[in-house]
């Protein structure tokens, strides 16, 4: 028997990132000291971790870590300098310039607020992931293939990546949402 069905799959991502004072900082500010939030790009080799899971391969295809890196301006193959923001392509494999690999230590699912959401969370510790200059996050597997990627959108008036700062007296959170959807 033969089934032919014209079932399309969807992944969608939004990734948002929150730096909270670490206990080192000035107690006199509030906790939480800023952030971002955007869409990311599911790349290519998702179907290749969508496929895995399905063949039962968990331990290798399981969502696993939060790539940070600071490689929003850089080149996909020849990760030089462009002197402007490069946007995620399809085809990404990797995060350009990687400063830390974060464990996703959560994964957050509300049945009744999205049955086809799943929330992944890391966080960075105040001696973990420090930069000046984060501009670029990636979701990835055990295995380390790239489901989703992220370059941060440039400030007003400017072309590069915009740039994230995040000091050893911080904590660095990162929720990374996933949602499939059938057509």
């Given amino acids: 028997m033969y089934v032919n069905?014209?079932?399309?799959?969807?992944?969608?991502?939004?990734?948002?990132?929150?730096k909270y004072a670490g206990p080192l900082h000035d107690a006199s500010t509030d906790a939480y000291l800023g952030g971002f939030t955007g869409d990311n790009l599911v790349v290519n080799s998702a179907e290749t971790v969508l496929v895995g899971l399905m063949r039962r391969d968990i331990a290798a295809y399981i969502p696993q870590n939060v790539v940070i890196g600071t490689g929003g301006d850089l080149e996909q193959?020849?990760?030089?300098?462009?002197?402007?923001r490069?946007?995620?392509a399809a085809t990404d494999t990797e995060v350009r310039q990687v400063i830390a690999r974060l464990p996703?230590?959560?994964v957050v699912y509300d049945e009744a607020a999205d049955p086809n959401t799943f929330t992944y969370v890391a966080i960075a510790k105040?001696?973990?992931?420090?930069?000046?200059?984060?501009?670029?996050?990636?979701?990835e597997?055990?295995?380390?293939?790239?489901?989703?990627?992220?370059?941060?959108?440039?400030?007003?008036?400017?072309?590069?990546?915009?740039?994230?700062?995040?000091?050893?007296?911080?904590?660095?959170?990162?929720?990374?949402s996933l949602t499939l959807t059938l057509s």
Avoid: C, M
């Fill in 104 to 106: 996703i230590v959560q």
């Fill in 141 to 176: 597997s055990a295995n380390q293939t790239l489901i989703s990627h992220y370059v941060t959108e440039p400030a007003a008036g400017e072309t590069r990546a915009k740039k994230f700062p995040k000091s050893t007296l911080e904590y660095l959170v990162v929720r990374w």
């Fill in 77 to 84: 193959v020849s990760k030089l300098d462009s002197g402007a």
């Fill in 86 to 88: 490069v946007a995620p």
């Fill in 126 to 139: 105040p001696s973990e992931a420090t930069t000046g200059s984060l501009n670029e996050l990636g979701l």
């Fill in 5 to 18: 069905d014209n079932t399309r799959v969807s992944l969608k991502g939004r990734v948002h990132v929150a």
